[in-house]
């Protein structure tokens, strides 16, 4: 994930014995009360908070790099401290580099709340790490995005566990002087990768075998693949044999987007996955660019802030959750880091104007070309119940082969 400064690197968190799945639904905004079945697992038996309380005086924040700034990394760039004069709940936090990370911080127990990507969400909530979230505590939740509410990776049959934070697609970059005409699709990467012969980069993550999926999804129906994150045995193998196939092509593998920005201004690559901040960074260091989300779609991510069940800081744990979410701060994170908003009143809030359009922030025909990053499991997240799928410890195993052949 990015900011311009701060790289999210790394993997997506193993979870080989994880076999659940999440069912979206209407935000009822009550208790999960007893345990009940959630299409894979037995929601752990908690109940939200029923109200606030007076502030504990502090609250312990887990966080990707960027998400919570305070000025001591920069005097200009900071949400936090007019939050703690107003709540009373002075903030310590820790970031981290993966979502592997973060769960086992999270389950620690010494931290409140927690930024969760996709692939940690049903992990924490099924481990009863994260407890549901009472939305009516939360005004800002109002104001998110409807599009981002009620997801498989941020609630269980219609109760949110947390609430959303940004969102963001992994584009297609290419280099304009070399790449013509303009592309519109992945198959530049793909089914013509021997064009960019030697000349193309691809992200270094076992969770780039959705990107495989998402384009086999549109191009080879047979295949029966309905969600690039829910794959069974045959489906994983052609994936695996698409990145083969386009391996012998590629010059690196990247996860440090700083370094991809200097391989595309050198010249060494001329084609890849990327996101949008690298791509304005590449442009305004003159390199020759664009990005573009193809035709067949594109996997992204949207992050979720959750609460430790083990809390005692809950009252201001929602506090700075609702502060996080409110329309400035969340204009200042997301231009910060780089991702469109998810509160839709944080664009009226952004310095740069044109933020909001950039990160297509209201486009919601764009966003729904965009399968956000999730856990793939063995309780089939496309709904399929004859067969079992791969878990993300199958998918590590595939990528580690593949990265070492």
Not at 41 to 58: A, I, N, R, Y
Not at 64 to 72: A, L
Not at 348 to 377: G, L
Not at 384 to 392: A, E, N, P
Request: proline share 4%; charged share 25%; hydrophobic share 35%.
């Amino acid at each position: 994930m990015r900011k311009a400064t701060t790289v999210r690197i790394g993997a997506i968190a193993a979870t080989a014995a994880l076999a659940l799945a999440a069912c979206g639904g209407g935000d009822s905004g009550t208790s999960s009360g007893s345990a009940t079945d959630a299409g894979g697992f037995k929601v752990p038996d908690l109940t939200q908070l029923d109200k606030l309380g007076s502030p504990e005086g502090k609250v312990s924040v887990l966080a990707w790099p960027g998400y919570v700034e305070d000025g001591s990394n920069d005097p200009k760039v900071d949400w936090v401290s007019d939050f703690e004069k107003e709540s009373g709940c002075q903030v310590t936090v820790k970031t981290f580099g993966t979502s592997d990370e973060a769960v086992k911080l999270m389950r620690t127990g010494q931290y409140d709340v927690v930024s969760a990507s996709g692939d940690a969400t049903l992990r924490l909530i099924a481990a009863g790490d994260v407890e549901p979230m009472n939305t009516a505590l939360v005004p800002n939740y109002a104001d998110i995005f409807e599009s981002l509410k009620n997801k498989p990776w941020n609630s269980v049959r219609g109760q949110m566990y947390g609430i959303p934070h940004g969102r963001g697609a992994n584009l297609l970059m290419y280099n304009t002087d070399k790449v013509k005409p303009a592309p519109d699709s992945w198959s530049l990467v793909w089914d013509k990768a021997g064009a960019q012969k030697g000349k193309l980069t691809a992200y270094d993550s076992p969770i780039y075998i959705a990107d495989a999926a998402l384009y086999l999804m549109a191009t080879q129906p047979d295949l029966g693949i309905k969600d690039p994150y829910a794959l069974d045995e045959k489906q994983l193998a052609a994936a695996v044999d698409l990145l083969k196939s386009q391996k012998e092509n590629v010059s690196e593998y990247w996860s440090d987007y700083l370094k991809e920005i200097q391989a595309f201004k050198a010249g060494s690559v001329t084609a890849g996955t990327s996101w949008q901040v690298i791509a304005n960074v590449a442009k305004a260091e003159k390199a020759p660019v664009e990005a573009v989300l193809p035709k067949e779609g594109s996997t992204g991510w949207s992050d979720t802030w959750m609460l430790s069940a083990k809390s005692k800081s809950k009252t201001c744990g929602y506090k700075f959750i609702d502060h996080i979410v409110s329309p400035k701060a969340n204009a200042a994170i997301a231009e910060y880091f780089g991702e469109a908003p998810a509160n839709k009143k944080a664009c009226a809030e952004t310095a740069d104007k044109n933020h909001c359009t950039t990160f297509h922030a209201e486009d919601e025909d764009y966003f729904s070309k965009v399968h956000f990053w999730n856990t793939p499991i063995t309780a089939c997240l496309d709904g399929r119940t004859d067969v079992k799928c791969t878990d993300y410890a199958q998918w590590t195993k595939a990528w580690t082969e593949l990265r070492n052949s």
